[in-house]
């Protein structure tokens, strides 16, 4: 079992920043972060592996940077420059094996933190 609690969310306006945390009971091979604004699909956002190669979907690119602390066994989530479009409920997950952005393989989420962006 692996526990995950997020948190770092908040109201920011149009352009602005903010840094989202998940701390992990242990750390997975993979970890990664996905969202899901109202109405909308849950979609991935960013995935490190274990030794820390990072991956992005393409509307975060050049924005976002995902990064962890093993010794704090925190995974971040660092958002710039961010758009209306980026409101969304922020969930950290976990999976044993492989690592990309496909939501149905991972096993483990956190509660989610919500994150809205005004314009």
């Known amino acids: 079992q692996v526990q995950l609690m997020e948190s770092g969310g908040g109201s920011v306006q149009a352009g602005g920043s903010l840094r989202l945390s998940c701390v992990a009971s242990?750390?997975?091979?993979?970890m990664g972060w996905f969202r899901q604004a109202p109405g909308k699909e849950r979609e991935g956002v960013a995935r490190?592996?274990?030794?820390?190669?990072?991956d992005y979907t393409n509307s975060v690119k050049g924005r976002f940077t995902i990064s962890k602390d093993n010794a704090k066994r925190t995974l971040y989530l660092q958002m710039h420059s961010l758009t209306p479009d980026d409101t969304a409920m922020y969930y950290c997950?976990?999976?044993?094996?492989?690592?990309?952005?496909?939501?149905?393989?991972?096993?483990?989420w956190g509660q989610g933190t919500q994150v809205t962006v005004s314009s």
């Open positions: 997950a976990a999976r044993g094996m492989g690592c990309d952005l496909d939501l149905f393989r991972y096993n483990y």
């Open positions: 242990r750390f997975t091979y993979c």
């Open positions: 490190i592996t274990l030794d820390g190669s990072p």
